[in-house]
């Protein structure tokens, strides 16, 4: 821009080719008539850089420039540096500057027509709104324009930013869900087997390996049919059958769990009663409830086969208000005793994610009774009609 305006500017000087005649001319001197015209082309170089000290540098060149004959690539170049002064100078610029040069048009007007009193006076307005405040005005739409583009990219970088947090964290929920529902399906299960493998093992009796032996199979169908079925789930979104989803436990299966409990604690002395609503309380129950008290219930179950002492385990769930109480007790004697098969304690963990999931209350630990040391867990899983959040 400087080099084409520098050389269309000597070119016009060279062929006499000026903006006003001479007798309107303050300097007459040709070669003085090029400075303004070299000074605006070396402030071309600076337009992006120092928008600014272009911008008043050029100002006292265009004035100088309108007292010799002037030159047509001079006026140019300096429109082009209060358009750069708007667009790439600070924000206090870009509002100021089309607002002085506005005033300027204005003053500019009613001063030679003032003085002139003539119509032909507001042509100089209209030629000092050309050569100023068209450029600044032009400035100010196009870093407007910039500016929202530059604002619509962030947002979408930014949207772009949340979805992907959002997938990240969804993605680390249905982890977690799916570790729970898991660890809750297949515990149970191996921790019947284990028990069993070991009586099987340290008695030298026919009829007990026996019948540890039928229990393990059984533990071992269950289990297998529901890690099919989870894996179903998890390959193409069905049961396992391709018809239709597997359906989510529910507190109607929780008398065969104790039934299960009960073989698979025989050995261990350990007997088992269950006391949950009625039919009509539990058809009131959303699901995604029915679902986490039976798997409180199995994981407890689960935990005094592992770890209760000889004694009863008792299961009861009560409808209060608009929460479900789910209590689980079983004896450990004296002194908790040690793990009679392999675990990590991530039942508890889960329990409490489930219940947290909810927004209800989770307990677990020892209680001190009259006879026996007690474990209790105790869950308060609230009750309300919208609730269908199904990773409960």
């Known amino acids: ?47 992006r850089t120092r928008p600014r000290t272009a911008l008043l540098v050029g100002t006292a060149a265009i004035v100088a420039d309108q007292l010799t004959r002037g030159n047509i690539a001079t006026v140019l170049m300096f429109t082009d540096l209060v358009y750069a002064a708007v667009l790439y100078g600070t924000p206090a610029s870009a509002r100021r500057i089309p607002v002085t040069t506005g005033l300027i048009t204005v003053g500019v007007s009613l001063g030679f027509l003032a003085w002139w009193q003539q119509p032909e006076a507001l042509l100089l307005g209209v030629l000092t709104g050309l050569i100023s405040f068209a450029p600044a005005t032009t400035g100010a739409i196009v870093r407007n324009h910039r500016e929202a583009a530059d604002a619509a990219r962030l947002r979408a970088e930014q949207t772009a930013l949340l979805a992907e947090m959002d997938r990240r964290q969804a993605v680390t929920a249905e982890r977690a869900r799916m570790a729970r529902e898991l660890h809750d399906m297949v515990a149970g299960h191996l921790s019947a087997i284990a028990i069993h493998s070991t009586a099987a093992l340290s008695l030298d009796d026919p009829g007990t390996s026996r019948d540890a032996l039928g229990v393990i199979r059984e533990n071992s169908v269950e289990g297998l049919a529901e890690m099919r079925r989870l894996i179903g789930l998890l390959r193409d979104g069905t049961g396992g059958n391709g018809d239709a989803p597997a359906p989510a436990p529910t507190l109607d299966g929780l008398p065969a769990l104790v039934r299960q409990a009960e073989a698979a604690g025989a050995a261990g002395a350990l007997t088992f009663t269950l006391d949950a609503p009625g039919q009509n309380a539990r058809d009131a129950l959303p699901a995604p409830v029915e679902l986490a008290a039976y798997r409180i219930v199995q994981e407890s179950l689960t935990n005094a086969l592992k770890h209760a002492a000889p004694g009863p385990v008792r299961i009861s769930l009560r409808r209060t208000g608009h929460a479900l109480a789910v209590h689980v007790t079983s004896v450990y004697g004296d002194t908790p005793p040690g793990p009679r098969a392999p675990g990590s304690g991530a039942g508890l963990v889960g329990m409490r994610e489930r219940v947290a999931l909810l927004g209800g209350e989770f307990t677990a630990g020892p209680a001190e009774g009259a006879e026996h040391t007690q474990w209790h867990v105790r869950a308060e899983l609230p009750v309300r009609a919208d609730d269908k959040e199904p990773s409960a």
């Open 1 to 47: 821009m400087a080099v084409s305006g520098l050389a269309g500017g000597v070119l016009l000087w060279a062929l006499g080719l000026h903006m006003q005649g001479e007798q309107h001319a303050l300097i007459h001197t040709d070669r003085l008539m090029l400075l303004p015209l070299f000074v605006m082309a070396g402030l071309e170089l600076i337009r």
